[in-house]
């Protein structure tokens, strides 16, 4: 965790489980895992990360922020295509290293069109070497439309 953090340190499991300050346990990396579902439907959209200033802008705004392992860089979820996620409820697991936030999206939540990350089912009782998935959603927008280089 990074020494700008607005968060204090987590204490005790004691505290950490059942007292009342936000004290978030980032991983190795300054990291936490979020799941963000609809506020609506319950469904899950994705899992993304936060480390603490994605944390604290999305607490701050509203808005939800993640940090992308694989850029290395801090998003405003809708920043390029423009489907963001308004959190209407946030919530911490009980040893403080995991998110929930309960969002309102805007068109979907997935870079590959789809409104939610989980669109695709893995069938139960078969052998795991030879699993087919079965699709369970379509696309609601164009990726492709969404996000094209918009500065020009």
Same mark, same amino acid.
């Given at each position: 965790m990074s020494d700008n953090s607005p968060f204090a340190a987590p204490g005790t499991n004691?505290?950490?489980?059942?007292?009342?300050?936000?004290?978030?346990?980032?991983? @190795?990396? *300054?990291? %936490?895992?979020? +799941? $963000?579902?609809?506020? @609506?439907? *319950?469904? %899950?959209?994705? +899992? $993304?990360?936060?480390? @603490?200033e994605a944390l604290a802008k999305s607490i701050a705004t509203g808005e939800a922020w993640y940090y992308s392992r694989s850029r290395r860089a801090l998003?405003?979820?809708?920043?390029?295509?423009?489907?963001?996620?308004r959190v209407v409820e946030m919530r911490?697991?009980?040893?403080?290293?995991?998110?929930?936030?309960?969002?309102?999206?805007?068109?979907g939540a997935c870079h590959t069109g789809r409104r939610s990350c989980f669109y695709r089912a893995v069938p139960l009782g078969q052998n795991a070497g030879a699993v087919t998935l079965e699709f369970r959603d379509e696309r609601v927008f164009d990726p492709k439309a969404a996000y094209r280089d918009k500065s020009g």
């Open positions: 004691a505290a950490l489980e059942e007292g009342a300050t936000l004290t978030p346990k980032f991983d @190795a990396d *300054g990291l %936490v895992t979020c +799941v $963000a579902t609809d506020a @609506a439907s *319950g469904d %899950v959209l994705m +899992v $993304a990360h936060m480390n @603490a998003w405003r979820k809708g920043e390029t295509s423009g489907h963001s996620q911490i697991d009980c040893d403080q290293d995991a998110v929930w936030i309960k969002v309102e999206q805007i068109v």
